[in-house]
């Protein structure tokens, strides 16, 4: 389904029988996930402008240059961190 226009896509050909059956595919939009930072643990989280989202991989890049940053998300609850890892000045956590 086109999410700006409401209309569905059509994945199969339209133009086999008359009675053939139509199958569409309708898109769902990715989970919306936002990346947070502090620079201390109870402290004022606010969305990281420098996190990167990877829908595809399931992933999320967070650069932490200073060394000193709490990190949060925001997501919806079927959502969970599988794994963090260190990538040189970089904290790089899988979802599912």
């Given amino acids: 389904m086109n999410l700006a ?9 339209a133009a086999a029988l008359y009675d053939a059956i ?18 201390t643990v109870s402290g004022g989280y606010a969305e990281d402008a420098t ?5 595809e991989r399931e992933t ?3 650069s932490d240059e200073r060394g000193d940053a709490f990190i949060g998300w925001s997501a919806p609850p079927r959502l969970k ?5 260190l ?3 970089n904290i790089v956590m899988h979802y599912e």
């Fill in 5 to 13: 226009t409401a209309l569905r896509t059509l994945i199969n050909d």
């Fill in 60 to 62: 999320h890049h967070h």
């Fill in 22 to 39: 139509k199958a569409y595919l309708d898109l769902v939009p990715a989970p919306a996930v936002k990346v947070q930072s502090s620079a």
């Fill in 87 to 89: 990538q040189g000045a």
């Fill in 51 to 55: 996190a990167v989202i990877d829908y």
């Fill in 81 to 85: 961190i599988t794994s963090t890892q």
